[in-house]
């Protein structure tokens, strides 16, 4: 019998009566717990934008509404309230035209007892045209497709895969305010399920996507 390649999977800790936790254990616990989430959120589903984020304008500001989205490594994008990115903000870029996406990071917090990690997610603002940007293939990601599921899922923000969430137009050559651009068709990457079968409790009806059964050439049917 044949062994896994150990660099490739996340170990679990085998805890013990009587056992002193160290931190190391804690440690190595709390990973084989994230590696395991992130590694579901890319194994059944494709990274994107799974509810709200979207672009709302706001006399001449612009607004993110509340929402959640999973990167190309599976990393939670969490937006709990409302963010503001005010115009001078946008000014700064001295474009006409301004991508923005969602971006993982994490900062430490102090507390009574003992410090924290904060999962965030980031505003980035990229001058450019919607011609510039690719939503599917995001600027500064190290790979041009999401890694797979059964590699270990990178913890660390500088490794970035941006989530475009919209563009964003001056109102006017040398104005000091903002649009969303709603002209074009909504291109936002939106996060999917992965399966050829999607079944209803009672097992009447079912839908295929893809072929299951060797000798199969239908791509999609609806079976009641």
Not at 68 to 85: K, S
Not at 100 to 115: H, R
Not at 118 to 146: H, I, K, Y
């Amino acid at each position: 019998m044949s062994r896994v390649d150990s660099s490739t999977v996340l170990a679990r800790i085998r805890y013990s009566e009587g056992q002193a936790v160290s931190l190391s254990s804690l440690q190595a616990e709390q990973q084989y717990l994230i590696g395991a989430r992130r590694r579901h959120n890319l194994a059944q589903h494709d990274w994107g934008i799974v509810r709200g984020l979207a672009l709302r304008d706001n006399f001449g500001s612009i607004l993110v509404d509340p929402g959640v989205a999973i990167d190309g490594f599976g990393r939670e994008l969490i937006v709990p309230a409302e963010v503001l990115i005010a115009p001078g903000y946008l000014v700064q870029l001295d474009a006409d035209s301004i991508a923005a996406f969602l971006v993982y990071s994490l900062a430490d917090q102090p507390a009574c007892n003992g410090p924290r990690t904060a999962e965030q997610a980031l505003v980035r603002l990229m001058s450019g045209t919607a011609a510039d940007f690719d939503p599917r293939q995001p600027p500064c990601a190290p790979v041009n497709r999401a890694p797979s599921p059964v590699a270990v899922p990178p913890d660390d923000p500088a490794v970035e895969w941006p989530v475009f969430l919209g563009m964003i137009l001056r109102d006017a050559p040398g104005a000091t305010t903002f649009h969303v651009d709603t002209e074009p068709p909504d291109v936002r990457p939106y996060a999917g399920l992965r399966g050829e079968n999607i079944a209803s409790p009672s097992g009447f009806t079912e839908v295929q996507v893809g072929a299951e059964k060797a000798g199969d050439n239908r791509a999609f049917a609806v079976s009641t």
